[in-house]
């Protein structure tokens, strides 16, 4: 039986869609995807994060946002935010993972 509860209190999905082609829309896996879930990853390890329950980031396929984009996607909460650089990656970290709140900068 389920308590309706998620089982991670941050579940975290980076789009990580590449398009290819010569007119093809813009795409999160040619805008730095890679780089910025790798980083987010080793953040979360380092924090101590990792473990069951708390914080699982994942690599996704397309979103549906790649002209947002580069996005990512916070769950339970359902929040977008797109970014530039590992800069913006730890201030989602810092802000809404470990504080709580909304990054509205970044937010979609």
Request: charged residues 30%; contains cysteine.
């Amino acid at each position: 039986m389920s308590d309706n509860k998620p089982y991670y209190e941050h579940h975290v999905f980076f789009c990580m869609n590449v398009r290819e082609g010569e007119n093809c829309r813009q795409s999160c896996g040619k805008a730095g995807a890679e780089v910025a879930q790798k980083h987010a990853k080793k953040r979360i390890k380092a924090l101590g994060l990792n473990e069951p329950g708390k914080v699982r980031i994942n690599q996704a396929g397309c979103l549906e946002r790649c002209e947002e984009g580069p996005v990512v996607v916070i769950y339970p909460q359902g929040t977008w935010y797109t970014y530039v650089d590992t800069s913006d990656i730890d201030d989602i970290i810092d802000t809404h993972i470990l504080g709580g709140e909304i990054v509205e900068r970044l937010k979609i």
